[in-house]
């Protein structure tokens, strides 16, 4: 972890084997704490997966939901950010966003944001729990009917209505020509 950032300092265990570390920026402001939970009997990690399976209930699409209930069945360790927003700025979310995807790339996980929702192994949006007057695009997928990510992806328009209704609804849009033809 250290070969991605200078920026964290141990908190709690030992260096290969750490429980919470923390995480500044370049003015030694802290950022986040980011915990490790094994996930076994009666854990942390436990509890909070089954937080995470509650929170996910009556939420769309509903293949997505149950990927993710079989993925959770798979899930042997959780690494949970608690960032401070208040001293969050584009270059601070560089370091986490590096810190983050080290570990889903290394540990092949997905991610969870609050206020945001799922995203599968590859980082693609895949379960919708975004907040209400979200903007922007972001990267998503959906499942085939053998329950496999549809194997390219699309920017899925927050604001658009209709694409976020064909979204719950586990449909992804139509390709157009080019996309077909280049794959774009």
């Known amino acids: 972890m250290k070969k991605v950032s200078d920026r964290i300092k141990l908190v709690s265990g030992v260096d290969p084997l750490w429980e919470k570390i923390e995480i500044y ?3 030694d402001i802290l950022l986040a704490i980011l915990e490790y939970d094994i996930v076994n009997a009666e854990s942390n990690g436990e509890t909070t997966l089954k937080e995470l399976d509650k929170s996910i209930q009556n939420k769309y ?3 997505a939901r149950q990927w993710l209930k079989n993925y959770f069945t798979t899930v042997k360790a959780i ?3 608690n960032i401070y927003p208040d001293r ?3 270059n601070n979310w560089l370091i986490l966003g590096g810190i983050q995807n080290f570990l889903k790339d290394s540990l092949n996980g997905i991610i969870q944001a609050d206020n945001e929702g799922y995203y599968n192994e590859a980082g693609l949006y895949i379960l919708w729990q975004m907040y209400e ?4 695009n972001a990267t998503a997928a959906s499942l085939d009917e053998k ?3 549809v194997p390219y992806s699309y920017s899925l328009r927050l604001d658009n209505k209709k694409a976020v209704d064909l979204f719950k609804q586990g449909i992804a849009p139509k390709r157009g020509f080019f996309n077909r033809m280049f794959g774009i």
């Not at 007057?133 to 922007?136: H, K, M, R, S």
């Open 79 to 81: 690494y949970t950010f």
């Open 147 to 149: 329950g496999q990510w």
């Open 61 to 63: 699409p509903v293949n």
């Open 25 to 27: 920026d370049a003015h």
């Open 133 to 136: 007057g979200a903007t922007g």
């Open 88 to 90: 969050m700025n584009k």
